[in-house]
């Protein structure tokens, strides 16, 4: 099992992975074949189109701000929550987005960004991205499919994407299992403990310092996020008008 505790525990905007990184990664990556085509400059306007899951219930799970967002350049990993909800309010006021962060297109959220309950053929959570010039042609269009995880793939890897997210690569572990009876041989055999068994596992893609940086950049956000939750009140975003119940939770 070549699985790393990286490929398990990601940051993102939340609250799904499924729903709001791949969404915003797709945009990233929409954003990035813009620029290689040598179009980016051109684009008068985007379209999106969220199928199937992700039309039913983009809403309330953000989808939509995490395409918007990732269209102007924003990254699941280092996009500041506090920039969020300020930057998507100016957007809409403005009817304005700025692609990549350098290149402002009109964008009118209700009629470019569209919430379709049918599914694309392929997978139930699909995207459509649609790219125009000023006369209105469509400079490039794109398919991707939020697969799980966090992890997306385009119209021309979807056929492939079950191998493509959970294939082990040819790496070889000092002690590959894939069942808790084959871990804990290792465990008896070696003298090691769960965690250390894990360890050696991860320091054949990266070293240990590495290791236990990423591991504690991923708690340094956990902690301001449970800090963020108990000092703002009203309620949650999305649109379902959830109340916060860790404020008052935390001051009694």
């Known amino acids: 099992m070549n699985i790393s505790v990286f490929d398990l525990f990601k940051i993102g905007i939340g609250p799904s992975s499924s729903h709001t990184v791949g969404p915003m990664r797709a945009a990233l990556d ?16 985007v379209k999106i189109e969220l199928f199937g899951s992700l039309g039913a219930t983009g809403v309330g799970h953000g989808s939509g701000p995490a395409v918007i967002l990732g269209l102007e350049g924003q990254a699941p990993e280092t996009i500041d929550p506090a920039y969020m909800q300020p930057r998507l309010d100016e957007i809409k006021q403005q009817a304005k987005l700025s692609l990549d962060g350098e ?31 000023a006369a209105g042609i469509c400079l490039y269009t794109r398919e991707y499919f939020s697969v799980g995880g966090g992890f997306v793939v385009d119209e021309d890897e979807i056929e492939s994407a079950e191998q493509a997210v959970h294939d082990d690569d040819d790496t070889v572990l000092p002690y590959p299992f894939e069942t808790m009876e084959q871990l804990l041989g290792h465990c008896n055999a070696s003298g090691l403990s769960i965690s250390e068994i894990m360890m050696a596992n991860e320091t054949v893609h990266r070293s240990a310092e590495e290791v236990r ?7 340094h956000v956990m902690q301001a996020c449970v800090q963020r939750g108990c000092d703002i009140d009203g309620t949650l975003p999305g649109g379902l008008n959830v109340k916060r119940r860790a404020p008052e939770l935390y001051k009694s």
């Open 213 to 219: 940086q990423g591991l504690l950049d991923i708690w």
């Open 103 to 133: 290149h402002e297109i009109s964008f009118v959220e209700d009629d470019d960004l569209l919430y379709i309950f049918a599914p694309l053929p392929q997978h139930p959570n699909g995207m459509r991205f649609s790219a125009r010039d």
């Open 30 to 45: 929409f954003v990035a074949k813009l620029r290689e085509r040598g179009c980016l400059q051109q684009v008068s306007g």
